[in-house]
């Protein structure tokens, strides 16, 4: 969601921002370089997660007749079966106003069954349930509340309805800065008798990265993307900075996906898609998956781009060679030996010759290794030693996985 009432706060000491928050460790782990951090152990988010989410595309145009659509065109697509489990409504799903009580409540016009009903109808079809909020007095559509100083009420509500995921805006708050609102949900929702994904939408303000792992999930590197070549790169590119910092518990998000949505061609959707695989991105959905083409479930469902992304050792691949102003090479460790080496063009009028070579990608010397198109799900003839060259045509990319095989 778009920034709002940005607040200018001074960061609080973390002894500070840790008081009343209840962790549950999973040790203190080195996330490369000096990097370390602890991790909210909530047994969630061991790979990036994966699902759709209502806002890019249908904005506040949501009802229960549109989700409930959604869950049955991911389901008929075989999305779900490639692994896309979420389905999130973002803002303007409930009611302007909470109950006299002081509950948040869903807009009886567009949901009038209730979330209850929605989250069973989800759950069963073998999918979850995600809703929104914001850690301030509203959300940044300012047509609903915000969870500011009703936490605990919110995420036991929440919790009480079969809810599986929030994502918690930063909008209308008051004078706390985010290592203080942020953590109250944290706790909130782990004393809420449910284990819910915690997804921080913090807009990568606070240097989000070096603490969001303490109380979420995942968490927000960049303001809100939008369907276009320059957000795409801009939000990647900013989102690389932090690659040390993310590994199985909580990941960095540079926004949701914007392929399918009609911004942009075929091959920057590629381009979009592989960047995001191969930094360990959460992969949500933004477009209308009920008439979804087949050039865009064929992007959306590649199994074997999504295995780069799924890959269970968790280490975000990064940009590690900028030759110009328009051609890098990204490459990631996968397990199995393995490395996803991305060749990106990213300039608008020609062809361009890319290499990567060993040293950049982290092979050994002199070690061969057989390189796999994943894009075009074939095995390039012969063995390759010490350096991988291809062709990438104007605003594309090449994405390989490079797999060790002696000399």
């Given at each position: 969601m778009a920034e709002i009432n940005r607040c200018g706060a001074a960061l609080l000491p973390l002894a500070v921002a840790l008081i009343g928050c209840s962790l549950v460790a999973a040790g203190a782990v080195t996330g490369g370089g000096s990097a370390r951090r602890l991790l909210v152990d909530n047994g969630l988010a061991r790979t990036p997660q994966m699902g759709w989410n209502s806002w890019n595309h249908f904005g506040c145009d949501i009802n229960e007749t549109v989700i409930r659509s959604t869950v049955d065109a991911l389901v008929s697509s075989g999305l779900t079966s490639a692994g896309y489990k979420y389905v999130n409504l973002d803002d303007c799903w409930a009611d302007n106003?909470?109950?006299?009580?002081?509950?948040?409540?869903?807009?009886?016009?567009?949901?009038?069954?209730?979330?209850?009903?929605?989250?069973?109808?989800?759950?069963?079809?073998?999918?979850?349930?995600?809703?929104?909020?914001?850690?301030?007095?509203?959300?940044?559509?300012?047509?609903?509340?915000?969870?500011?100083?009703?936490?605990?009420?919110?995420?036991?509500?929440?919790?009480?309805?079969g809810v599986d995921y929030l994502k918690y805006d930063n909008c209308y708050r008051d004078d706390s800065n985010e290592l203080v609102r942020f953590p109250r949900m944290s706790h909130a929702l782990r004393n809420s008798g449910r284990p819910i994904f915690y997804s921080l939408c913090e807009w990568g303000y606070m240097d989000v990265a070096t603490w969001g792992g303490s109380y979420g999930n995942s968490w927000r590197t960049t303001g809100d993307i939008n369907d276009t070549w320059t957000s795409i790169l801009n939000n990647i590119d900013q989102n690389d900075a932090y690659a040390k910092y993310a590994k199985p518990g909580g990941w960095n998000d540079p926004d949701m996906l914007e392929v399918g949505n009609g911004g942009l061609t075929h091959d920057e959707y590629i381009v979009h898609f592989s960047l995001w695989a191969i930094a360990k991105a959460p992969l949500i959905i933004g477009c209308d998956v009920t008439g979804i083409s087949k050039e865009t479930l064929g992007i959306l469902s590649n199994p074997e781009v999504i295995a780069i992304n799924q890959d269970r050792f968790g280490i975000q691949g990064r940009r590690v060679r900028k030759y110009d102003d328009e051609i890098e090479v990204w490459a990631g460790r996968l397990s199995g030996h393995r490395k996803a080496v991305l060749l990106l063009n990213r300039g608008a009028t020609s062809r361009r010759s890319i290499t990567a070579t060993w040293a950049d990608v982290g092979l050994r010397r002199g070690l061969a290794a057989e390189a796999r198109d994943v894009w075009k799900h074939e095995t390039l003839p012969g063995r390759f030693a010490g350096r991988l060259t291809a062709e990438v045509g104007p605003h594309s990319c090449k994405l390989f996985i490079l797999t060790p095989v002696g000399r």
């Open positions: 106003q909470r109950t006299k009580e002081g509950y948040m409540a869903a807009n009886p016009e567009k949901f009038p069954s209730g979330i209850k009903a929605l989250a069973d109808y989800v759950h069963s079809k073998g999918l979850k349930l995600g809703l929104y909020s914001s850690a301030g007095t509203r959300t940044c559509s300012n047509r609903m509340p915000g969870s500011l100083g009703h936490e605990d009420t919110d995420a036991k509500t929440f919790a009480s309805w």
